[in-house]
Nanobody, 123 residues
Framework: QVQLVESGGGLVQAGGSLRLSCTVS????????VVWYRQSPGQQREFVAA???????RYLDSVKDRFTIHLDNDKNTVYLQMNSLKPEDTAVYYC?????????????????WGQGTQVTVSS
């Protein structure tokens, strides 16, 4: 009923930029909130950035002033603009969205995950 599709990952040199996108499709009523996570090999998945539908945002300390999360409700897409990338930002990035969706006879609220997109920053 609802899918999250990520794009925008790739290989970039240190100091470069990437913009990740996560597009939500399906019978969506609204997006209550979105979160970006990342996971490096051998590491636990960690929080990177979050935004509520009201526009409040929060960031991992190490990405503050470099990353920006933005939710475009018209396009049902959440972006993560990543600037001044560092090798330690290398990871698979996942989007997570809290969605209110139309189940036909009722509305439901569920958290969905994207498939992940690889970001590799070379030194």
């Amino acid at each position: 009923q609802v899918q999250l599709v990520e794009s925008g990952g790739g290989l970039v040199q240190a100091g470069g930029s990437l913009r990740l996108s996560c597009t939500v499709s399906g019978r969506i009523f609204s997006i209550a909130g979105v979160v970006w996570y990342r996971q490096s090999p051998g590491q636990q998945r960690e929080f990177v950035a979050a935004m509520t539908s009201g526009g409040a945002s929060r960031y991992l300390d190490s990405v503050k002033d470099r990353f920006t999360i933005h939710l475009d409700n018209d396009k049902n897409t959440v972006y993560l603009q990543m600037n001044s990338l560092k090798p330690e930002d290398t990871a698979v990035y996942y989007c997570n969205a809290d969605i209110i969706w139309d189940g036909g006879e009722a509305y439901y609220r569920t958290t969905f995950w994207g498939q992940g997109t690889q970001v590799t920053v070379s030194s």
